[in-house]
């Protein structure tokens, strides 16, 4: 999954929830951006590249998320 796929999927589950979910370019170095998912945040790579799985776990971790919640 890359950065782009993984956007598309929270805001789907966004939808489904009514939370607020908010991508800022502003916040981060480069190709980098935060992602505010709620009321958490996380940072979000390269969009075009692939997310290794570590890096995904983490990064849902930090969204209170796991990958059943971004699967279905």
């Known amino acids: ?3 782009n796929e993984l956007i598309k999927r929270l805001k789907e589950l966004a939808k489904q929830r009514g939370c607020e979910i908010r991508l800022d370019s502003k916040h981060g170095k480069g190709s ?3 992602l505010y998912f709620g ?3 996380t940072t979000i ?3 075009k590249k692939e997310i290794g ?3 995904l776990k983490s990064m849902l971790d930090d ?3 796991s990958k059943k919640d971004i699967n279905q």
């Open 1 to 3: 999954m890359n950065g």
């Open 32 to 34: 980098h951006a935060t």
């Open 39 to 41: 009321d958490r945040r």
């Open 45 to 47: 790579k390269d969009r």
């Open 53 to 55: 799985p570590g890096l």
């Open 63 to 65: 969204l209170g998320l």
